[in-house]
């Protein structure tokens, strides 16, 4: 759309507007969230068609097997509307020249194709193993390596790690630039991965952390806000805030489904194709650390298994009822929807503190 109607402007000054991020980036929302409603209910019923239902039964946890037992007809893949209504949202809306977009469109897509695979699997085998951990592992791997040496081959990217509150603080990553960004990509992609377990959960709290990420994508494309507030200024970024918003238009439009009760289950195809995106951004708008505080609730659900692991295996006692965290508040006698809006609630409240680190130094 970007390219069909830019070109006008020399017939009619309306047509002007298509070259401001901020009309592409409103356009780009709204055509992901209506692309998500149009596409929702065929996506679903296809999904219904071919039987791809999600085993919610996981090994050695039988004590929450109750809690989805009204999910067991809920079809799971939902990733694919997601990805879906973003690509097309940027093809539409999106500066096709921007080196950014692609490698945006090119993360998603690739993330989401390994949960794909996974989910597909999990379908053929009628189980809850798809693929093994390790081949899961070594795809993520690979997509984060292209991304980083991508990167880190651009002599003009920037290569510095910048810590929040701390005007000065920074480190320059050299060789290890390629490292760091695999470990960023890999690990928002599975954390995202851990927080889905709950109707609503995952995406909710994507939604919040997508706000403030295009928030700061505009932000660090503008050299007037960028010197302002003493932030680096990312040349051509402005293209990763309408990447931002047509996600948040996607968010908005699958939660539209997957509320409780869900209606569909995004599957790994949704949760690696989002942490992968999101990770994305937070590198290229050089706030891979404000990501650990915009992202906590995925943060925290991560670190809750990790915790949970290495106290069993070092001292055979457990930390949490049951890992990731949600499961230890079900547990504890909450009710789903409940865990769900309250970490909403968090998300919020750490995408705000996340948004104030940009000038609390």
Known sequence: MFYFLYPLKDISIVFNLFRYITVRSAGASITAFLLSLWLGPRIIAWLKKVNVTQNQKREY???????YAHKEKVPTMGGVLIVAAVVISMLLWGNLTNWFVWILIGTITSFGAVGFLDDWIKLRSRSSRGLGSLT????????????????YM?????????????KKGAIYLSVFFIPFVVLVLVGSSNALNLTDGL????????????ISLGIIAYLVGRVDFASYLSIPYIPA???IAVFAAALIGASAGFLWFNCYPAEVMMGDTGS???????GTIAVMTKKEMVLVIIGGVFVWEALSVILQVA?????????????????????KGWAESKVTIRLWIIALILAVVGLSTLKVR
Do not use: N
């Not at 651009?154 to 701390?166: G, H, M």
């Not at 106290?311 to 547990?331: A, N, W």
């Open 61 to 67: 946890a039988e004590s929450i097997h109750t809690f």
């Open 136 to 151: 899961k592992v070594v795809g993520q791997l690979v997509i984060g390596v292209a991304v980083g040496l991508y990167l």
């Open 154 to 166: 651009d002599p003009v990217f920037d290569k510095w790690l910048y810590f929040p509150f701390f």
């Open 199 to 210: 109707d609503g959960l995952a995406i909710g709290c994507t939604l919040f952390t997508s």
């Open 237 to 239: 970024a402005g293209e």
């Open 272 to 278: 690696l194709a989002l942490g992968g995106a999101i």
């Open 311 to 331: 106290s069993f295996k070092l001292f055979h006692k457990r930390i949490f009822r049951m890992s990731p965290f949600h499961h230890h508040l079900q547990l």
